[in-house]
C-alpha cells in the first residue's frame, strides 16, 4: 500500500477537528492532524512527503443536482446566454446553419429573453423567417420551455397537435413552436437520436469530468430529467469508469421508475442509484412554476401543478417503503405547500408498514426550494425534509424574480436559504448545471456575498463561509445516507479532497471568495492537477 503525507497551512475538515496534515492511501485516510502528531503516526516513515506550502486543503465538493450529459450534449450546441435581442439570437443561429449539412439539427440553449429589452420568447415563425432548411431547436435557460422552427415540429409530429396544454398555440390556433414541460422530452429525444453517437457522448463526458475534476468536485449527483429532454445514461459512466476515465463519484437521480425497482445507493462507492426525481411544478422564468396568488406580471397566471396530492402521497409513500430517496422540485410556494401536505400524508401512511431489515429512509430533498414562506419553513422542520439550492440564482436571477413576485421578494418569501439554515433545514448546494455555471465556487462566493449586479440582494440572508462549505461537503453526504465514509476528512473515510492554491479563510477580500483548485484527489488518486513532493 503506498502512503502519502501531505502538509499544508490548514486542512479545513468539516468538522471540529483541525490539522495541517494528512496521511492517506488509496484505501482512505489514515490520519490527519496536528503535524506532529501525523508525524508520529507509524505510516509515516515510508510515506511518500508532499509539502504544500499555503495551499489549504478542504473535502471534495459535491454538485448536488447536475444535468451531467446534459452538459456534455450542449457542449456541442450554440450558447445563445450572449444574445441580448431577438436579432442577436437569429444571427447566432443562422452562422450556425452556415457550417451545418441541410439535415443537421440546429441546436442552441441558454435562450433568456427575460433580459432583453423587449422579453418576448421567440416562436416557430421567427425561427422560419432564417429561411434555412435545418430543424432548429432552442432551450431556454431554466429548460422548462423549448422551440421549434417548423421543419422540426414536422420531424416530431407536433406541427398539427392542438389538443395539449404543453404544447403552445398561435392566435390562428395551431401550434406556435413552443413546448413547455413534459412535451419537450419528444422534440429533444428525436433530436438526440438523429444528432449523437454513442462514442460522440463519451468523449464529450469525458471532458466535462475533467471540468468538474478542475473544480475540486469528487462528487456529482446526476439527475435524469427525461421528461424534459434530460436523460441519464448509466451504462456510460460504467464505460468511462472501465476506461479508468471516471474523475467522480456518480449518485444519479431519474424522473423514471426504477425497474426493477431499487432502494437508494444501490450500487457502489463509485456509481450509485440514489433515488427518484419528480417534478411538481415548473420554472419561474417561464411561469410555469406554481405560485399561491397571481404572478406579479401575468396576473391571470399562477402557474402549473403536474400533479394531484393524493396522487403525490401515494408515490412518496411507495418509495418510503422501498428506502428510495425522492427528489422533488418544488419552486413555486404552491407546488410546495402540495409536496408538504402530500409528505404528511406519506408519514401517515408508512406508520403501519414494516420495512426492510436495514432500511435507512433518507430525507426527501426539495429541490430548488426558491419560493417558500415562513409558515412552510416551520412545516418542513416538522417533516425532517432537507432541500437542494442553486446560490448563483442570486446573480442570474435578480432581474427576473422581482418582476415575476413582486412585494412576495420584499416580504423574503424566495432565495431565503440562511433562514432555512437557522431553522434547522440542512441544505445542499448544486450548479444545476447547464442552467447556471458549473464552477461551485461561484455558488459559494454567492452565498456568501449575495452579490448581485445592482449590489447585494438581501444582506441578512449571506451565509459565513463555513456554511457555505458544509452545503457542498459535508451536508450533501449526510443528506444522502453516505456520511460515514465521506464528506468530511477524517480517519477512515474515503480521501476525496481538493487543494486550494490560496488560503480562503485568511486571505480573501471582503466580498470575495478566491479558490483556484491545483490538485483534485478521488479515492487517494490525484484526478486533476498533481501532488508535487
Same mark, same amino acid.
Given at each position: 500500500?503506498?502512503?502519502?503525507?501531505?502538509?499544508?497551512?490548514?486542512?479545513?475538515?468539516?468538522?471540529?477537528?483541525?490539522? /495541517?496534515?494528512?496521511? =492517506?492511501?488509496?484505501?482512505?485516510?489514515? +490520519?490527519?492532524?496536528?503535524?506532529?502528531?501525523?508525524?508520529?503516526?507509524?505510516?509515516?516513515?515510508?510515506?511518500?512527503?508532499?509539502?504544500?506550502? #499555503?495551499?489549504?486543503?478542504?473535502?471534495?465538493?459535491?454538485?448536488?443536482?447536475?444535468?451531467?450529459?446534459?452538459?456534455?450534449?450542449?457542449?456541442?450546441?450554440?450558447?445563445?446566454?450572449?444574445?441580448?435581442?431577438?436579432?442577436?439570437?437569429?444571427?447566432? @443561429?443562422?452562422?450556425?446553419?452556415?457550417?451545418?449539412?441541410?439535415?443537421?439539427?440546429?441546436?442552441?440553449?441558454?435562450?433568456?429573453?427575460?433580459?432583453?429589452?423587449?422579453?418576448?420568447?421567440?416562436?416557430?415563425?421567427?425561427?422560419?423567417?432564417?429561411? $434555412?432548411?435545418?430543424?432548429?431547436?432552442?432551450?431556454?435557460?431554466?429548460?422548462?420551455?423549448?422551440?421549434?422552427?417548423?421543419?422540426?415540429?414536422?420531424?416530431?409530429?407536433?406541427?398539427?397537435?392542438?389538443?395539449?396544454?404543453?404544447?403552445?398555440?398561435?392566435?390562428?390556433?395551431?401550434?406556435?413552436?413552443?413546448?413547455?414541460?413534459?412535451?419537450?422530452?419528444?422534440?429533444?429525444?428525436?433530436?438526440?437520436?438523429?444528432?449523437?453517437?454513442?462514442?460522440?457522448?463519451?468523449?464529450?463526458? +469525458?471532458?466535462? *469530468?475533467?471540468?468538474?475534476?478542475?473544480?475540486?468536485?469528487?462528487?456529482?449527483?446526476?439527475?435524469?430529467? +427525461?421528461?424534459?429532454?434530460?436523460?441519464?445514461?448509466?451504462?456510460?459512466?460504467?464505460? @468511462?469508469?472501465?476506461?479508468?476515465?471516471?474523475?467522480?463519484?456518480?449518485?444519479?437521480?431519474?424522473?423514471?421508475?426504477?425497474?426493477?425497482?431499487?432502494?437508494?445507493? =444501490?450500487?457502489?462507492?463509485?456509481?450509485?442509484?440514489?433515488?427518484?426525481? &419528480?417534478?411538481?411544478?415548473?420554472?419561474?422564468?417561464?411561469?410555469? +412554476?406554481?405560485?399561491?396568488?397571481?404572478?406579479? /406580471?401575468?396576473?391571470?397566471?399562477?402557474?402549473?401543478?403536474?400533479?394531484?396530492?393524493?396522487? *403525490?402521497?401515494?408515490?412518496?409513500?411507495?418509495?418510503?417503503?422501498?428506502?428510495?430517496?425522492?427528489?422533488?422540485?418544488?419552486?413555486?410556494?404552491?407546488?410546495?405547500?402540495?409536496? *408538504?401536505?402530500?409528505?404528511? &400524508?406519506?408519514? #401517515?401512511?408508512?406508520?403501519?408498514?414494516?420495512?426492510?431489515?436495514?432500511?435507512?429512509?433518507?430525507?426527501?430533498?426539495?429541490?430548488?426550494?426558491?419560493?417558500?414562506?415562513?409558515?412552510?419553513?416551520?412545516?418542513?422542520?416538522?417533516?425532517? @425534509?432537507?432541500?437542494?439550492?442553486?446560490?448563483?440564482?442570486?446573480?442570474?436571477?435578480? $432581474?427576473?424574480?422581482?418582476?415575476?413576485?413582486?412585494?412576495?421578494?420584499?416580504?423574503?418569501?424566495?432565495?431565503?436559504?440562511?433562514?432555512?439554515?437557522?431553522?434547522?433545514?440542512?441544505?445542499?448546494?448544486?450548479?444545476?448545471?447547464?442552467?447556471?455555471? &458549473?464552477?461551485?465556487?461561484?455558488?459559494?462566493?454567492?452565498?456568501?456575498?449575495?452579490?448581485?449586479?445592482?449590489?447585494?440582494?438581501?444582506?441578512?440572508?449571506?451565509?459565513?463561509?463555513?456554511?457555505?462549505?458544509?452545503?457542498?461537503?459535508?451536508?450533501?453526504?449526510?443528506?444522502?445516507?453516505?456520511? #460515514?465514509?465521506?464528506?468530511?476528512?477524517?480517519?477512515?473515510?474515503?480521501? /476525496?479532497?481538493?487543494? @486550494?492554491?490560496?488560503?480562503?479563510?485568511?486571505?480573501?477580500?471582503?466580498?470575495?471568495?478566491?479558490?483556484?483548485?491545483?490538485?483534485?484527489?478521488?479515492?487517494?488518486?490525484?484526478?486533476?492537477?498533481?501532488?508535487?513532493?
Amino acid at each position: 500500500m503506498s502512503v502519502t503525507f501531505i502538509g499544508c497551512k490548514k486542512i479545513w475538515t468539516g468538522s471540529s477537528q483541525e490539522g /495541517d496534515a494528512m496521511l =492517506f492511501s488509496e484505501e482512505g485516510i489514515i +490520519a490527519v492532524g496536528r503535524r506532529e502528531d501525523v508525524r508520529a503516526h507509524p505510516a509515516y516513515g515510508a510515506s511518500r512527503k508532499v509539502e504544500l506550502g #499555503e495551499s489549504v486543503v478542504v473535502p471534495g465538493l459535491s454538485d448536488c443536482h447536475i444535468h451531467l450529459l446534459a452538459y456534455a450534449k450542449q457542449k456541442l450546441f450554440v450558447d445563445v446566454s450572449g444574445a441580448r435581442s431577438k436579432e442577436e439570437l437569429l444571427g447566432m @443561429l443562422a452562422a450556425r446553419a452556415r457550417d451545418a449539412a441541410p439535415d443537421d439539427w440546429v441546436c442552441a440553449f441558454n435562450l433568456n429573453e427575460a433580459r432583453w429589452s423587449v422579453p418576448v420568447m421567440p416562436t416557430a415563425r421567427d425561427l422560419d423567417a432564417l429561411g $434555412v432548411p435545418n430543424p432548429i431547436l432552442v432551450q431556454r435557460t431554466c429548460t422548462h420551455a423549448t422551440i421549434l422552427n417548423t421543419a422540426a415540429m414536422k420531424r416530431c409530429g407536433l406541427d398539427a397537435v392542438t389538443s395539449r396544454k404543453d404544447v403552445l398555440l398561435g392566435d390562428d390556433g395551431m401550434p406556435n413552436g413552443i413546448l413547455v414541460e413534459e412535451v419537450q422530452a419528444v422534440a429533444h429525444a428525436k433530436m438526440s437520436s438523429e444528432s449523437f453517437t454513442r462514442e460522440r457522448l463519451l468523449d464529450s463526458l +469525458a471532458r466535462c *469530468l475533467e471540468e468538474t475534476a478542475s473544480y475540486g468536485l469528487t462528487t456529482l449527483y446526476a439527475c435524469g430529467a +427525461a421528461t424534459l429532454g434530460m436523460e441519464e445514461q448509466m451504462d456510460l459512466y460504467q464505460e @468511462l469508469r472501465e476506461r479508468g476515465a471516471l474523475r467522480a463519484r456518480i449518485f444519479s437521480y431519474h424522473d423514471e421508475p426504477a425497474l426493477p425497482p431499487m432502494a437508494s445507493v =444501490f450500487g457502489d462507492r463509485q456509481i450509485a442509484y440514489q433515488g427518484h426525481k &419528480l417534478f411538481l411544478d415548473g420554472s419561474l422564468g417561464a411561469r410555469t +412554476a406554481a405560485l399561491s396568488e397571481p404572478y406579479s /406580471d401575468a396576473p391571470s397566471e399562477t402557474g402549473m401543478l403536474l400533479h394531484e396530492t393524493d396522487e *403525490l402521497a401515494r408515490t412518496l409513500t411507495g418509495l418510503r417503503e422501498r428506502g428510495t430517496q425522492a427528489l422533488v422540485h418544488t419552486i413555486g410556494d404552491a407546488a410546495l405547500e402540495q409536496l *408538504l401536505d402530500a409528505a404528511e &400524508l406519506a408519514t #401517515e401512511n408508512a406508520k403501519s408498514r414494516t420495512w426492510g431489515i436495514g432500511v435507512k429512509y433518507p430525507p426527501i430533498i426539495v429541490n430548488h426550494c426558491m419560493i417558500v414562506r415562513p409558515d412552510q419553513i416551520e412545516r418542513m422542520k416538522k417533516l425532517g @425534509l432537507a432541500a437542494t439550492v442553486q446560490p448563483t440564482f442570486v446573480f442570474s436571477d435578480r $432581474v427576473m424574480a422581482p418582476q415575476r413576485l413582486g412585494d412576495r421578494i420584499d416580504k423574503r418569501w424566495a432565495y431565503v436559504w440562511k433562514s432555512l439554515i437557522d431553522a434547522g433545514i440542512r441544505l445542499n448546494g448544486s450548479s444545476d448545471c447547464p442552467i447556471e455555471p &458549473l464552477n461551485p465556487w461561484l455558488a459559494i462566493r454567492a452565498a456568501v456575498t449575495r452579490e448581485a449586479q445592482d449590489g447585494v440582494w438581501m444582506p441578512e440572508q449571506r451565509l459565513p463561509l463555513d456554511e457555505a462549505l458544509r452545503m457542498y461537503t459535508v451536508n450533501p453526504a449526510v443528506n444522502s445516507g453516505s456520511d #460515514e465514509w465521506r464528506g468530511t476528512i477524517a480517519k477512515g473515510k474515503e480521501a /476525496d479532497f481538493a487543494v @486550494l492554491e490560496e488560503d480562503i479563510f485568511t486571505s480573501r477580500e471582503e466580498g470575495r471568495v478566491p479558490a483556484r483548485v491545483t490538485c483534485t484527489v478521488l479515492g487517494g488518486r490525484v484526478v486533476y492537477g498533481e501532488l508535487e513532493e
